[in-house]
C-alpha cells in the first residue's frame, strides 16, 4: 500500500477523494476555476445519488454556493466515464434530487457539471471547455446548465495551469500550491495520513472482491431467472447476500426468491 501511495496524484479517484475533505482544497479548486463568480457555502465528497430504478450516481465533490448555484465536480482518468452523455446524466440526476414537487421553476439553481479530466476528451486542444446551451439566433438559452472541461494533460504558467500541473504531480514537493502541497504530503508523509490512506486502498481492494463475488451471484441469478433486472443485488447488505446463497437452488419462483431475500 506504501508504494502505491507513493505513485498517487490528486487526479486518482481515492486519493483525490481524501484530499478534497478539506475545506481550503475545495476552496482553492473553486477560485481558479470560477475566480470570484462563487463563494463557498458548503460541500460534500462522495455525495450519493441513489436511484431506485434508473443507475446511481456517486459524485467525488458537490458544491453549494452562497450564491444558489450547485455546482458536481469529478475527477476522471477515462475517457468513457468522462462523456458527454455522462456530464448530462449528471445534471439530470442533480436536477432531480434537488428539486420539489410545487417548486417553482424560476427556483431551479444554476448548476454546473465539472469534469477535470487527465486527457483532451473533447479533442479540441482547450485547457477550459465551457459548455451551454444556445439558441439560433446566437443568444443564450436559459436553462442555467454548464458543463466545463478541464484538460490536465495541457499546463502552462496561468493559475488554472499550474492547478492541471499539481492534479498530475505525486511529489508534493513538485507541486505549485501551497494548500495542495500540504494536503498532499500529510498522506504521503506523515504517520497519520499514512495510515488513513493506507485503510482506505485495503477497503478499496475489499470492495473490488466484495463487487466480483456480486457480479458472480448475478450471473448465477440471470440464469435462474432470465430476463430479469438484478440491479437490486447490489444494494443488499450482508445478510441478504447470504440469504442469496442459501436459496439460489431452490425450486421457487422469482417472487418467492425475492420475499425470502428481504424477509
Same mark, same amino acid.
Given at each position: 500500500?506504501?508504494?502505491?501511495?507513493?505513485?498517487?496524484?490528486? /487526479?486518482d %479517484?481515492t486519493?483525490?477523494?481524501?484530499? &478534497?475533505? %478539506?475545506?481550503?482544497?475545495v476552496?482553492?479548486?473553486?477560485?481558479?476555476?470560477?475566480?470570484?463568480?462563487?463563494? @463557498?457555502?458548503r &460541500?460534500?465528497?462522495?455525495?450519493?445519488?441513489?436511484?431506485?430504478?434508473?443507475?446511481?450516481?456517486?459524485?467525488?465533490?458537490v458544491?453549494?454556493?452562497?450564491?444558489? +448555484? !450547485?455546482?458536481? /465536480?469529478?475527477v476522471?482518468?477515462?475517457?468513457?466515464?468522462? =462523456?458527454?452523455?455522462r +456530464?448530462?446524466?449528471?445534471?439530470?440526476?442533480?436536477?432531480?434530487?434537488? =428539486?420539489?414537487?410545487g417548486?417553482?421553476?424560476?427556483?431551479f439553481?444554476?448548476?454546473?457539471?465539472? &469534469?477535470?479530466?487527465?486527457?483532451?476528451?473533447?479533442?479540441?486542444?482547450?485547457?477550459?471547455?465551457?459548455i451551454?446551451?444556445?439558441?439560433e439566433?446566437?443568444n !443564450?438559452?436559459g436553462?442555467?446548465?454548464? /458543463?466545463?472541461? @478541464?484538460?490536465? =494533460?495541457?499546463? %502552462?504558467?496561468? +493559475?488554472?495551469?499550474? @492547478?492541471?500541473?499539481?492534479?498530475l504531480?505525486?511529489?508534493?514537493?513538485?507541486?505549485?500550491?501551497?494548500?495542495?502541497?500540504?494536503?498532499?504530503s500529510?498522506?504521503?508523509?506523515?504517520?497519520?495520513?499514512?495510515?488513513?490512506?493506507?485503510? +482506505?486502498?485495503?477497503?478499496?481492494?475489499?470492495?473490488?472482491?466484495?463487487?466480483?463475488?456480486?457480479?458472480?451471484?448475478?450471473?448465477?441469478?440471470?440464469?435462474?431467472?432470465?430476463?430479469?433486472?438484478?440491479?437490486?443485488?447490489?444494494?443488499?447488505n450482508?445478510?441478504?447476500?447470504?440469504?442469496?446463497?442459501?436459496?439460489?437452488?431452490?425450486?421457487?419462483?422469482?417472487? %418467492?426468491?425475492y420475499?425470502? !431475500?428481504?424477509?
Amino acid at each position: 500500500y506504501l508504494e502505491v501511495l507513493n505513485k498517487l496524484r490528486p /487526479i486518482d %479517484d481515492t486519493f483525490m477523494r481524501m484530499i &478534497f475533505r %478539506d475545506h481550503q482544497c475545495v476552496e482553492l479548486l473553486m477560485k481558479i476555476i470560477f475566480g470570484e463568480q462563487f463563494s @463557498l457555502k458548503r &460541500f460534500e465528497t462522495q455525495e450519493d445519488h441513489k436511484q431506485v430504478v434508473s443507475r446511481s450516481v456517486e459524485l467525488d465533490i458537490v458544491v453549494y454556493t452562497h450564491e444558489g +448555484a !450547485v455546482i458536481g /465536480i469529478e475527477v476522471e482518468k477515462s475517457k468513457d466515464n468522462a =462523456s458527454p452523455i455522462r +456530464a448530462r446524466y449528471h445534471a439530470s440526476i442533480l436536477d432531480c434530487d434537488l =428539486s420539489y414537487p410545487g417548486e417553482k421553476w424560476s427556483h431551479f439553481p444554476e448548476m454546473y457539471v465539472v &469534469f477535470i479530466c487527465e486527457e483532451d476528451v473533447l479533442k479540441n486542444g482547450k485547457m477550459l471547455d465551457h459548455i451551454q446551451r444556445y439558441r439560433e439566433d446566437g443568444n !443564450v438559452f436559459g436553462d442555467k446548465l454548464h /458543463i466545463i472541461y @478541464l484538460n490536465a =494533460s495541457m499546463q %502552462d504558467e496561468t +493559475a488554472l495551469g499550474k @492547478l492541471m500541473h499539481d492534479m498530475l504531480c505525486s511529489n508534493p514537493n513538485d507541486m505549485y500550491y501551497e494548500v495542495l502541497r500540504k494536503r498532499v504530503s500529510y498522506f504521503k508523509k506523515q504517520e497519520g495520513g499514512k495510515k488513513t490512506m493506507c485503510e +482506505a486502498l485495503e477497503e478499496l481492494v475489499n470492495e473490488a472482491k466484495n463487487e466480483g463475488e456480486i457480479k458472480k451471484l448475478m450471473k448465477l441469478l440471470l440464469k435462474k431467472f432470465p430476463n430479469k433486472n438484478f440491479e437490486w443485488v447490489k444494494e443488499c447488505n450482508k445478510t441478504q447476500l447470504e440469504k442469496i446463497d442459501d436459496y439460489i437452488f431452490l425450486n421457487i419462483s422469482y417472487n %418467492d426468491f425475492y420475499k425470502l !431475500v428481504h424477509s
